[in-house]
């Protein structure tokens, strides 16, 4: 149990176009889901917290309109690169903690997604 | 907010020594520490937490330990195997709060 997928696991985009990343929950609703960013031989770094029918709530320094979150169902939330340039060039990784867990501790980390801007 | 530091930033040791990865934390409300493990270009993967009313918790070769007076905790694997190279990273929050990492420890076994 408490698999957690992610969509695509690789991606080349030239720079100025949109991409966008999907995370579900495949055997357990979340209504929280975390958005983490990893750069090579770095820790994670906390993007977001995406919450299921209401706002994400953004890290400090994480600029909202570049990097749109949408928690459309309590298996699904989605992250957006609007307008990518190569420095967004990174692994961007989910998470997200069983509902039945009764908190948002135990994190079950979806496999990343590699996003590569040219 | 919560700040967690972690040491030694790399290991290396010989196959069948231990192991120990430190961490330190700074927010007495933190009541939740997992710690994950990483292999290059995959998910990290949770292999043992411990909460904060609990001094001690083992997993055949893997224990993690609570001081939540100094705020440290520390990860232990004994009889390391080649199979245990990885990145490990601890990590503490609970409840409502979010989860702060660590910056990893590059764990090398050596056969």
């Known amino acids: 149990g408490a698999v957690v997928s992610q969509h695509p696991s690789r991606v080349i985009c030239k720079s100025g176009t949109s991409v966008k990343i999907e995370c579900r929950s495949l055997?357990?609703?979340?209504?929280?889901m975390f958005w983490y960013r990893q750069f090579p031989k770095q820790s994670l770094m906390l993007m977001a917290t995406?919450?299921?029918?209401?706002?994400?709530?953004?890290e400090q320094g994480v600029e909202k309109d570049k990097f749109l979150i949408n928690h459309a169902s309590l298996t699904l939330s989605t992250l957006t690169v609007t307008s990518a340039h190569p420095e967004d060039s990174s692994f961007y990784i989910c998470?997200?903690?069983?509902?039945?867990?009764?908190?948002?501790?135990?994190?079950?980390f979806g496999p990343g997604t590699r996003l590569t801007v040219l | 907010g919560e700040n967690v530091e972690q040491h030694p930033s790399t290991l290396s040791v010989q196959e069948g020594d231990s192991a120990v990865i430190k961490c330190t934390y700074s927010?007495?409300?933190?009541?939740?520490f997992p710690w994950y493990k990483q292999e290059l270009g995959k998910r990290p993967q949770l292999i043992i937490d411990?909460?904060?009313?609990?001094g001690e918790k083992k997993d055949q070769r893997i224990a993690v330990t609570l001081n939540k007076t100094a705020k440290h905790f520390s990860l232990h694997i004994t009889e390391t195997q080649p199979e245990d190279s990885a990145v490990y990273f601890c990590?503490?929050?609970?409840?409502?709060?979010?989860?702060?990492f660590g910056k990893g420890t590059k764990l090398t076994v050596n056969p």
């Open positions: 995406s919450n299921e029918g209401s706002k994400a709530t953004y």
């Open positions: 990590a503490a929050g609970g409840g409502s709060e979010k989860l702060v």
């Open positions: 927010d007495s409300a933190s009541n939740y």
């Open positions: 411990i909460r904060s009313n609990v």
């Open positions: 055997d357990f609703q979340a209504t929280t």
């Open positions: 998470s997200a903690p069983p509902q039945t867990s009764g908190s948002t501790d135990t994190q079950y």
